[in-house]
């Protein structure tokens, strides 16, 4: 929102003739723990009254509603080293997209306004603590079980079906989207007027009819051409960093991504690769100067993190390149366990991961990881490593190691991802298939079956026939298969 926007919402906000369960005024600063369970109970309380939005506003005298001003000035302020909003995302569960507005009401009056999002399906906790307004008074949501019933019973609109932008005609829909984009992936002919290009944006749900024409959260993500026109969307662009060696010391340069997934991602990946370094010695398949890491796995992943990202939570997808690794990660935990990604398939947003296979970015079933895995191998390069946690999932791919640098976890690691890729390519897991991966000499077998051995004990997999007592042809499946 810029400024006068800003003026007008709380010219509305002071109108309300009492604070109420989703707006609540303040002059001045008191306690960066007040101010997280006033955002806990403001989500929660915007739920509950169908609202779209909580206010936390600072510079209002809350009995009045005077506009006074406030000398508060929550992005800049710190709770010991680490910023406020910052501080206060860490310990919100689930971490809501806040947003923090500074402007000036007039000459004189400076105003603070945190613009919080009604929660979806669950309590906003702050500290393991739900919070909810009643009347004036901020209480602890346990204590008003039929309130906090109302949340739980809530069933929420899709992130991707909310409103990013309101209000508009057909001109500033093709203005703001680039529509001609989508035509040219679908391969469908342009059509030859306005009307056409709307009603087909409204049957792919990327525009609605609303107060003249909507664009959806799904329409902007995919096609704005530019994000910050869509301040719903905007802070999900994505962010590419390179660092100099192995840590984050030192940033040698910074891409953050200002179009749509749609519009930027071949654009996007053909930068990250454009980052990576050539590799001296890749598999035996492939010639000396092939990149140092396979165009398509990138790909692959990229787009990945862009359609399981987990939209309603704060954060952005972002691609961190190493000296010695590339990592990948989005918003949210998976919906499945990290150990079954190469063969199940669950979207968290479908629409979004329906319309990115339609127009050819990533596979059209399953996550395209077997493909990733198969690449990987081919470039003789270490295992991924798939790490989730604090509501972040993160997926790395390593620059190449022999097999002698690979500690006891790569190698089972590495030797049930083979087991995996060969279950979906309906084969088995074999000593000499093993030995091809890691291309070891015949004459050296048992080190393949050394490694067999740690993944088998270590519970990742499986004989296919346990009556099979020749030691020479036994064939191994994933522990799940």
């Known amino acids: 929102m810029n400024d006068q926007q800003l003026i007008e919402l709380l010219n509305e906000l002071v109108k309300q003739p009492t604070e109420s369960e989703w707006v609540e005024f303040k002059l001045n600063f008191?306690?960066?723990?007040?101010?997280?369970e006033r955002i806990s109970a403001l989500a929660n309380g915007a739920a509950i009254h169908n609202q779209d939005f909580g206010y936390l506003v600072f510079g209002i005298e809350d009995k009045t509603h005077i506009i006074k001003g406030t000398t508060f000035k929550p992005?800049?302020?710190?709770?010991?080293?680490?910023?406020?909003?910052?501080?206060?995302?860490?310990?919100?569960?689930?971490?809501?997209?806040?947003?923090?507005?500074?402007f000036a009401y007039d000459a004189?009056?400076?105003?603070?306004?945190?613009?919080?999002?009604?929660?979806?399906?669950?309590?906003?906790?702050?500290?393991?603590?739900?919070?909810?307004?009643?009347?004036?008074i901020t209480r602890k949501l346990s204590e008003f079980p039929d309130k906090e019933a109302k949340i739980w019973r809530k069933k929420s609109k899709p992130y991707e079906q909310e409103i990013a932008k309101d209000n508009l005609n057909a001109s500033d829909v093709i203005r703001l989207l680039s529509t001609e984009t989508y035509f040219d992936l679908m391969k469908l002919p342009y059509p030859s007027n306005q009307n056409g290009v709307i009603e087909k944006f409204i049957t792919e749900n990327l525009v609605v009819k609303s107060r003249g024409y909507a664009i959806t959260n799904l329409g902007a993500i995919l096609f704005a051409k530019s994000l910050p026109?869509?301040?719903?969307?905007?802070?999900?662009?994505?962010?590419?960093?390179?660092?100099?060696?192995?840590?984050?010391?030192?940033?040698?340069?910074?891409?953050?991504?200002?179009?749509g997934y749609a519009l930027g991602f071949l654009g996007l990946v053909d930068w990250i690769n454009s980052q990576l370094p050539a590799n001296e010695e890749i598999g035996k398949a492939l010639r000396k100067e092939s990149r140092m890491y396979p165009e398509i796995a990138i790909r692959e992943l990229v787009a990945n993190a862009l359609i399981h990202q987990d939209l309603a939570v704060k954060?952005?997808?972002?691609?961190?390149?190493?000296?010695?690794?590339?990592?990948?990660?989005?918003?949210?935990?998976?919906?499945?366990?990290?150990?079954?990604?190469?063969?199940?398939?669950?979207?968290?947003?479908?629409?979004l991961a329906d319309l990115m296979r339609r127009m050819g970015f990533c596979e059209e079933k399953g996550s395209g990881l077997d493909k990733v895995i198969f690449y990987n191998e081919l470039y003789q390069l270490p295992p991924i490593n798939v790490i989730t946690d604090e509501n972040r999932t993160r997926v790395t791919i390593f620059s190449y190691k022999t097999l002698n640098d690979l500690d006891k976890r790569e190698k089972i690691r590495a030797c049930y991802q083979h087991s995996c890729l060969k279950w979906v390519s309906n084969e088995k897991m074999t000593n000499q298939s093993l030995r091809e991966r890691f291309t070891i000499d015949d004459k050296n077998a048992a080190i393949a079956s050394r490694i067999i051995k740690d993944t088998f004990e270590a519970g990742m997999i499986k004989e296919d026939d346990p009556e099979n007592k020749s030691r020479k042809h036994r064939s191994y499946v994933p522990f799940w298969a």
Do not use: C
């Open 315 to 351: 954060g952005f997808p972002m691609i961190e390149v190493f000296s010695d690794r590339i990592e990948i990660s989005n918003p949210g935990n998976p919906l499945i366990t990290p150990d079954r990604f190469i063969d199940s398939y669950i979207s968290r947003n479908e629409k």
């Open 108 to 136: 004189t009056r400076q105003i603070a306004v945190f613009v919080i999002p009604a929660t979806q399906n669950r309590p906003v906790d702050f500290f393991h603590h739900a919070y909810i307004r009643v009347g004036s």
């Open 229 to 259: 026109e869509f301040e719903t969307v905007e802070r999900k662009s994505v962010r590419v960093i390179v660092y100099k060696g192995k840590n984050k010391v030192e940033t040698v340069r910074e891409q953050i991504g200002a179009k």
């Open 75 to 102: 992005k800049q302020h710190k709770k010991g080293n680490e910023e406020l909003e910052h501080w206060l995302a860490q310990r919100l569960d689930p971490r809501i997209d806040f947003r923090i507005h500074e």
């Open 30 to 36: 008191h306690s960066e723990q007040e101010i997280g």
